[in-house]
Structures are given as structure tokens and as C-alpha cells.
């Protein structure tokens, strides 16, 4: 029997490592440890809100309107769009530095919100 992941672990694991990358200048590493940790967040929130599993950037991607309908005080919807920049940045390197940042500081707000 597979156990399932403990997304909560995975998410702060995730962010202290794209943290310490931050802290190297590696804004490549930082940027999708970030975007992972962002994932394994929504995927440790949503079974309270919806029985859908998430295998998938699409599946995630459709349950941020469920949860943010569900979560006052954060605009999921547009926090989740930081962390997908931050996961485009990883494959298309498009961003200045002090975009990847803003967007990272962005990130580390929601997990705070989502895992608090």
C-alpha cells in the first residue's frame, strides 16, 4: 500500500530549499521550489473543500476557484498566478530579477496564509 504524501512537509520543505536557493542568487532553483512549494500547499487545503484529487498543474490549477470561494482574506486566484509565473520564469527565463522577487515575496505571503 502507497501512503500519500504529506503535502503540509512537502510545502515547507519546498520553501525553506527554494529559500536558501533565493539566499544563493540561484533564482532558477528558487523560483520552482517556490512554485512546488505553492502546489503541495493547495494540494495539503483542498481536501476541505473538494474531493477532486489533484494530479495534475491542470487539476490544481481548476480546484484555486473552489478554495479561493472558500478562503477569505486571500485572493487565491491571483496569489496562485504568482506562483505559476514563478514556475513559467523555470522554463522560459523571461523575467528581470526584481520580478522573480516580487513574485517569490508574493508566494511566501500565501503559503503563510495557507498554512498558518
Not at 542568487?25 to 500547499?41: F, I, K, P
Request: aromatic letters at 8%; one cysteine or more; glycine letters at 2%.
Amino acid at each position: 500500500m502507497t501512503r500519500s504524501p504529506d503535502h503540509y512537509v512537502l510545502s515547507l520543505c519546498c520553501r525553506r530549499k527554494a529559500e536558501q536557493e533565493l539566499e544563493q542568487s540561484d533564482l532558477l532553483t528558487a523560483a520552482e521550489m517556490m512554485w512546488g512549494a505553492a502546489v503541495h500547499a493547495i494540494k495539503h487545503i483542498a481536501p476541505r473543500f473538494t474531493s477532486v484529487r489533484l494530479n495534475s498543474h491542470r487539476e490544481v490549477k481548476q480546484a484555486v476557484p473552489v478554495l479561493d470561494a472558500n478562503l477569505p482574506g486571500i485572493d487565491l486566484r491571483e496569489e496562485f498566478g504568482n506562483a505559476e509565473a514563478l514556475h513559467r520564469y523555470f522554463y522560459r527565463v523571461h523575467f528581470a530579477d526584481h520580478q522573480v522577487r516580487n513574485s517569490f515575496r508574493r508566494c511566501q505571503r500565501m503559503l503563510d496564509a495557507l498554512l498558518s
